[in-house]
């Protein structure tokens, strides 16, 4: 059997051995009472973890893909129009989604390793009147994190849905549904929960649920929220039979979280990317992403001169760790390393110590222990 590598991709990521357990848990009938408990309460959890009270949670099979194809579907209508702010490729996917769906979506889109600003996004809300508005919390591929509070204060003026992608970042960096009047979250399992690729998750305000029940008609079957809603509210219906073994393994993933305490969780991966970032910079990489738009999820990554990405990812993976190759403009250029969900502190140090072992074998010359050094001042272990 092939020796097990540490996932630092940005997603799926690091699944929890409780997590990887619970899939060996007997696949029961989905409407046995077990399934229900375990529904019930994981859409419970979900709630506490986005802060919400009131609105209506949703785990069904898909990604995030789905998650954000079901979020505009249920709450943008065929005469309307919705705006994306779009800080790299996943903001030009929901430009996609609108396309394929006939739907009319204008883009602000932005310098990559940037976000849009909220001035950017007040401005165009007085030029057009919009259905919904949806950001990218942390887009994978730049790295870059949108000031989504900061979004919620300006959206908080107009009468308009508020959406957040938050596929790399929902159970990693805060979000608030209630406080930031919110209207719709997504996800996904396999990045800031650590449970297995496999769900869309979502969690809709009660304003986007009525959005939904005010349109007559949308061109969603499977993906009709209202489909599940009552499925949500009582497991034990039926409409389209759940992923068993995956939803036992997400409820297990919100227990972890809530047993280490939300806030908690948010700071530990705040801490971890500010270790593995003073790492990398003092091994001589720099950051892709710019400074106030860092992702405490991921990180985007500028080799040093002498450091060839190829080489780099291939020997970083004999020693044990999974990183990503840059899309687009930045392929060959940069590695993505993700840092988000159960990751540990141990797994942290074993990571730097692979690095500085794979930079080593590659014949880059940097002080030996000084990246370890580096990240155990703001880790303190
Ligand atoms: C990963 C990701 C997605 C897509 O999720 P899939 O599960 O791969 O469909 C969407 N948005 C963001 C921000 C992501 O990071």
Not at 82 to 91: A, E, I, K, N, T
Not at 274 to 286: H, N, P
Not at 304 to 323: L, Q
Not at 344 to 357: D, H
């Amino acid at each position: 059997m092939q020796k097990e590598k540490l996932l630092m991709i940005p997603g799926p990521s690091p699944v929890h051995p409780r997590i990887i357990n619970s899939l060996s848990l007997p696949t029961v009938s989905h409407v046995s009472p077990v399934l229900v408990e375990e529904l019930k309460e994981a859409l419970a959890n979900l709630k506490k973890i986005v802060f919400c009270e009131k609105g209506e949670p949703f785990i069904v099979a898909g990604a995030g893909t789905l998650a954000m194809e079901m979020a505009i579907l249920n709450t943008v209508g065929k005469e309307e129009s919705f705006l994306v702010l779009s800080q790299g490729f996943f903001g030009e996917r929901m430009d996609q989604i609108a396309r394929s769906f006939g739907l009319d979506c204008d883009i602000i889109e932005c310098e990559w390793g940037k976000a849009v600003l909220p001035e950017e996004l007040e401005q165009k809300l007085s030029e057009k009147e919009y259905a919904a508005v949806t950001a990218t919390h942390v887009d994978t591929c730049t790295g870059a994190c949108a000031p989504v509070k900061d979004y919620a204060e300006v959206l908080k003026k107009h009468d308009v849905l508020y959406i957040i992608d938050g596929v790399c970042a929902t159970g990693g960096i805060e979000e608030r549904i209630d406080d930031w009047e919110v209207d719709v979250v997504l996800t996904a399992a396999q990045k800031c929960f650590g449970a297995p690729p496999g769900l869309s998750i979502l969690v809709l305000s009660e304003k986007a649920v009525d959005k939904r029940r005010s349109m007559e008609k949308i061109p969603a079957y499977y993906s009709d929220v209202l489909r599940w809603l009552p499925i949500m509210k009582d497991p034990s219906k039926y409409f389209s039979t759940p992923c068993v073994n995956e939803i036992r393994a997400f409820y297990e993933s919100t227990r972890i979280i809530l047993e280490e305490g939300i806030e908690r969780r948010f700071l530990r991966h705040e801490r971890v990317a500010k270790a593995i970032r003073a790492a990398l910079v003092e091994l001589g990489f720099s950051l892709f992403t710019q400074e106030p738009f860092l992702a405490d999820t991921l990180s985007v990554v500028k080799y040093p001169e002498g450091v060839e990405d190829k080489s780099f990812r291939s020997t970083y993976y004999e020693n044990g760790i999974v990183v990503a190759g840059g899309l687009g403009e930045t392929a060959g250029k940069v590695f993505r390393m993700g840092h988000m969900g159960n990751l540990s502190i141990s797994q942290v140090y074993f990571a730097l110590n692979a690095l500085e072992r794979t930079l080593s074998t590659l014949g880059y010359k940097f002080e030996a222990g000084s990246g370890l050094k580096a990240a155990k001042v703001i880790l303190g272990e």
